[in-house]
T-cell receptor
């Protein structure tokens, strides 16, 4: 059974600081996704990573994928308050359904 | 990106009644849709895979007679919560995969069900 583990589950950061969220998964997958969820809202797609070594950046967020290590990271650079949200990684092997990590609740403090 | 619309966004009902939630893919055809359930401060839990023109595939522990899924067309899947109870109160989210867009999964806005 595919397992997706995210850490940390809770993250409190000061504005301007950097941090990384980790996502480990248990079986081979050809794609990994990162989503953002604001309270009371649905999921917003951030990144789709399709191959080993893939790196994508959008603003202060950068995601990478190491399929050999079955590890993806979401790096936050110079955090700002607007980044406060819950971030989920998800793995969807072979076009099947997705399995989600537990989520990382990020709070950015002034 | 592709758009998935879910309706209603909020619904409040009395115990024992049935509630239907619709999930539509607006600009693409979705042979497969997925229904997730999310409890407060928790992750998404897959309930079932909805297959156009055939029976849904339910995850272990999900009662198929309780959560009826119908996928009658390539753009519409419905989830009916039958004889709802307070413990069914949750955030229900549907998604559909657009294979023309790297197989990415697009999510509806979610439906918050409150059973009194």
């Amino acid at each position: 059974e595919l397992k997706v583990e995210q850490n940390p589950l809770f993250l409190s950061m000061q504005e301007g600081k950097n941090y990384t969220i980790y996502c480990n998964y248990s079986t081979t997958s050809d794609r990994l996704y990162w989503y953002r969820q604001d309270p009371g809202k649905s999921l917003e797609s951030l990144f789709v990573l399709l191959s080993n070594g893939a790196v994508k950046q959008e603003g202060r967020l950068m995601a990478s994928l190491d399929t050999k290590a079955r590890l993806s990271t979401l790096h936050i650079t110079a955090a700002v308050h607007d980044l406060s949200a819950t971030y989920f990684c998800a793995v969807g092997p072979n076009n099947n359904d997705m399995r989600f990590g537990a989520g990382t609740r990020l709070t950015v403090k002034p | 990106g592709a758009v998935v619309s879910q309706h209603p966004s909020r619904v409040i009902c009395k115990s024992g009644t049935s509630v239907k939630i619709e999930c539509r893919s607006l600009d693409f055809q979705a042979t497969t849709m997925f229904w997730y359930r999310q409890f407060p401060k928790q992750s998404l839990m897959l309930m079932a895979t909805s297959n156009e023109g055939s029976k849904a595939t339910y995850e272990q522990g999900v009662e198929k007679d309780k959560f009826l899924i119908n996928h009658a067309s390539l753009t519409l899947s419905t989830l009916t919560v039958t004889s709802a109870h307070p413990e069914d109160s949750s955030f229900y989210i549907c998604s559909a995969r657009d294979f023309d867009v790297t197989g990415e999964l697009f999510f509806g806005e979610g439906s918050r069900l409150t059973v009194l």
